[in-house]
């Protein structure tokens, strides 16, 4: 019974009673009867007043003790959100809540082969990118490595997830941070510019704090995590800069978690080919000597402003054209000690260049990218070199095979080359095929451009 009733009750009672002891008055008058009467309904009348009082009591203890626990069961969410969100844990986000933040994806950041990225808002304020993979086996695998590699990872340089949702037959969704400067090709490469991501041209001292934010996270992901974490995909267009252009790596839709005990993981070959290991190549498998090999690359072209590979033209006649590999000219140019050469242009024409600090990176870049994997550093190496922490020796001239590919239309008519060709792929097999188609599966193959 609810306050209101117990208290129309008891009125009721209080009333009943009066009205029985003028009734008792009036026919009974002053007898015996009539004072045992009031007496005993003089009692039940202070029954219930007793009665009210302890029940108005124990409802309002028992309203103090909901409110509190109201008060501390919303504490306590605020707190578990508040170490869900201090901890990196990922959230469950539902479909509709995706779609009012992004204004039902809207704004588009960026497209690959199977995922997209959307800007959106979230309900409290936050700027989050909204990737969404699609694709059923393709897309459940890039899924599944994504969360596993970064769900559980806390670095300065990481991209943070904050939440997914994943729907039963559709595409999955993966919630980070925002980060507002894009990626880094956009700060490197000339005529990269978009209408929502305008062409800078990132300084070197800023290019120079890039790198050792990206060698950190990767010596971070090989060796200070429980379980060895590889990107497999690293380039350019994954690393994001934040707004004091420091890097952020993201992208794990690739990643390979690797037992302490492991050396080597046997998987397809994916990702963007002109960042690929040898060894991957030639399917020997793979291990973080492979990211080791992809820094070395990036490396490279944020030393140069431009890809390593390049095809230049001359005019409008085909045949003039050649491939320029750009990490055999920062070689020659080193060995010539005209390092200041390879610089990006639009950087030598500002000025106010370290020559010692470019003559390290181009070290470090060059020990990165040897062909032998056993001859890399590791990236917990690489930044002790890039930090001045441990002289960096001469490398050792990469064989640099890809200069072999490249030369084929320049000088070559007879299937001189065809043998390594065809050692990277069984359609490249007959000499009726012209040389440039296979320099162009050679291109295919190594670069993915």
Excluded at 58 to 71: D, G, I, P, Q, T
Excluded at 250 to 277: C, N
Excluded at 374 to 399: S, Y
């Amino acid at each position: 019974m609810d306050d209101k009733k117990a208290n129309i009750t008891a009125v009721i009672i209080i009333i009943g009673l009066i009205i029985f002891i003028i009734v008792a008055r009036l026919s009974l008058k002053l007898s015996k009867a009539f004072f045992l009467i009031v007496g005993a309904d003089i009692a039940v009348i202070l029954a219930v007043f007793v009665c009210l009082v302890i029940r108005g009591r124990y409802n309002h203890r028992r309203k103090l003790l909901e409110k509190k626990l109201v008060s501390e069961g919303r504490e306590l969410r605020i707190e578990y959100s508040f170490l869900r969100k201090v901890a990196g844990v990922p959230i469950k986000f539902r479909l509709k809540e995706l779609e009012d933040a992004t204004d039902n994806f809207q704004a588009l950041l960026g497209q690959g082969a199977s995922a997209s990225v959307f800007k959106g808002i979230l309900s409290d304020g936050t700027a989050v990118a909204v990737k969404r993979i699609n694709g059923e086996e393709h897309g459940e695998k890039e899924f599944r490595s994504e969360v596993a590699a970064i769900a559980s990872v806390q670095h300065v340089n990481l991209v943070r997830l904050l939440g997914y949702c994943c729907l039963p037959r559709g595409p999955r969704f993966l919630v980070y941070e925002f980060i507002p400067n894009g990626s880094l090709d956009h700060w490197i490469f000339p005529g990269k510019g978009t209408k929502n991501r305008p062409e800078g041209c990132l300084s070197w001292d800023l290019r120079y704090r890039v790198a050792i934010d990206v060698a950190k996270a990767l010596s971070y992901l090989h060796h200070d995590c429980r379980s060895r974490i590889l990107h497999l995909d690293l380039k350019p267009e994954n690393i994001l800069l934040d707004e004091n252009y420091r890097a952020i790596v993201a992208d794990f839709g690739l990643s390979k978690l690797m037992g302490k005990d492991e050396s080597r993981v046997i998987t397809t070959i994916r990702g963007t080919k002109g960042y690929l290991a040898p060894e991957w190549l030639l399917e020997h498998g793979v291990s973080e000597k492979c990211d080791i090999y992809s820094y070395g690359m990036v490396l490279l072209e944020m030393i140069g402003g431009q890809r390593n590979v390049t095809l230049i033209e001359n005019g409008s006649d085909k045949s003039q054209r050649k491939w320029q590999y750009f990490p055999k000219i920062a070689r020659d140019k080193l060995g010539e000690g005209k390092v200041i050469a390879v610089v990006d242009h639009r950087l030598v024409e500002v000025g106010a260049i370290d020559e010692r600090q470019v003559k390290r990176v181009v070290h470090v870049a060059l020990w990165c990218i040897q062909e032998r994997a056993k001859l890399r550093p590791t990236m917990a190496q690489v930044v002790e070199m890039l930090e001045g922490r441990v002289p960096v020796e001469e490398p050792p001239d990469p064989q640099m095979i890809m200069v072999d590919f490249l030369s084929i239309d320049e000088e070559e008519s007879d299937c001189h080359f065809r043998p390594k060709i065809a050692a990277m792929g069984s359609n490249v097999n007959s000499c009726n095929i012209p040389c440039s188609s296979s320099s162009s599966f050679a291109m295919s193959m190594l670069s993915g451009r």
